[in-house]
């Protein structure tokens, strides 16, 4: 069994920052992409940075040059890195990576979210 728990949500002031972590544990032969969406109230959730086994990066516009996504593939752990955040970045934020378990065929798992809740 796979499993994926985000941590570093919280409240915070527009302006500040956050860095989210995402900790995927269980019996995993490799991750390869690493993802974090989000989704605010009433909203599709959406995909916010991606990131590579080999680290390549993709962000969404709306946060490009305000987030920055990471890995630590021996913790098996990525991290997402949010500055200058806005009241538009709240939102419950779920971590998702493309996990190859010994047991089974690779899939994407999904952690159970973190809250962000940005005041202006």
């Known amino acids: 069994q796979v499993q994926l728990v985000e941590s570093g949500g919280g409240l915070v002031q527009a302006g500040g920052s956050l860095r989210l972590s995402c900790a995927a544990s269980g019996s995993i032969v490799s991750i390869n992409t690493m993802d974090w969406y989000r989704q605010a109230p009433g909203k599709q959730r959406e995909l916010v940075a991606t990131i590579t086994s080999r680290s390549t990066t993709y962000y969404a516009d709306s946060v490009k040059g305000r987030a920055t996504i990471s890995r630590d593939n021996p913790k098996r752990t990525v991290y997402l890195q949010m500055n200058s955040l806005k009241p538009e970045d709240t939102a419950v934020y779920y971590c998702?990576?493309?996990?190859?378990?010994?047991?089974?065929?690779?899939?994407?798992?999904w952690g159970q979210g973190t809250q962000v809740t940005v005041s202006s």
């Open positions: 998702n990576a493309e996990v190859h378990p010994w047991s089974d065929d690779t899939y994407k798992a």
